[in-house]
Antibody
Framework: QVQLVQSGAEVKKPGSSVKVSCKAS????????FSWVRQAPGQGLEWMGGIIPMFGPANYAQKFQGRVSITADETTSTAYMELNRLRSEDTAVYYC????????????WGQGTPVTVSS | DIVMTQSPDSLAVSLGERATINCKST????????????LGWYQQKPGQPPKLLIYWASTREYGVPDRFSGSGSGTDFTLTISSLQAEDVAVYYCHQYYSTTPTFGQGTKLEIK
């Protein structure tokens, strides 16, 4: 059974960085497409970027280009999302999600990691 | 980016009645080489991650009740709940995975009238 287990809640200061992890179990980690999707309080779903570990570099939504970095560690079956230069508008729940391939629908979701940015 | 626009933003339907949510994309999400629409529908309840209901615009995910159905092609899509149950109260999102930068609709909040 596929499981995506994310790291715990974070509280950060404006201008700092946050790194969220997502450990996957079940299936072949390197061939899946991992995405990061965030949801601000009371708002909708926003795709930030994604990576297929066996193919290397991530691709990002234009809105987050230069501020987000998505990586994957095949040795530990863990995907990471690091967001830099945090501002209050980055307060959201960050979800890790998984699809069978880049051209497949996302089927599995992590439990979400709340990130609060506050001075 | 492909922009997905849902209508209505919110909807109140009586138990047992039909609920219909529409989704329109700014460009076609139909891939001509395989005749598949790269369009999915998700249900999200408070405090939970989204749950996949429909993919390829009309294929029901395993375990999803058959009162949920999806239709449409190209740029116009519909999610229909044939007979609303209390547990269907949620926010519903359409999602295109046609492009390398997937996008979601803004969501439709479904309530009981």
């Amino acid at each position: 059974q596929v499981q995506l287990v994310q790291s715990g809640a974070e509280v950060k200061k404006p201008g700092s960085s946050v790194k969220v992890s997502c450990k996957a179990s079940g299936g072949t980690f390197s061939s899946y497409a991992f995405s990061w999707v965030r949801q601000a309080p009371g708002q909708g779903l926003e795709w930030m970027g994604g990576i297929i570990p066996m193919f290397g570099p991530a691709n990002y939504a234009q809105k987050f280009q230069g501020r987000v970095s998505i990586t994957a560690d095949e040795t530990t079956s863990t995907a990471y999302m690091e967001l830099n230069r945090l501002r209050s508008e980055d307060t959201a729940v960050y979800y890790c999600a998984r699809a069978a391939s880049q051209s497949s629908v996302t089927t599995d979701w992590g439990q979400g990691t709340p990130v609060t940015v506050s001075s | 980016d492909i922009v997905m626009t849902q209508s209505p933003d919110s909807l109140a339907v009586s138990l047992g009645e039909r609920a219909t949510i529409n989704c329109k994309s700014t460009q076609s999400v139909l891939y001509s080489s395989n005749n598949k629409n790269y369009l999915g529908w998700y249900q999200q309840k408070p405090g939970q991650p989204p749950k996949l209901l429909i993919y390829w615009a009309s294929t029901r995910e395993y375990g999803v009740p058959d009162r949920f159905s999806g239709s449409g092609s190209g740029t116009d899509f519909t999610l229909t709940i044939s007979s609303l149950q209390a547990e269907d109260v949620a926010v519903y999102y359409c999602h295109q995975y046609y492009s390398t930068t997937p996008t979601f609709g803004q969501g439709t909040k479904l309530e009981i009238k």
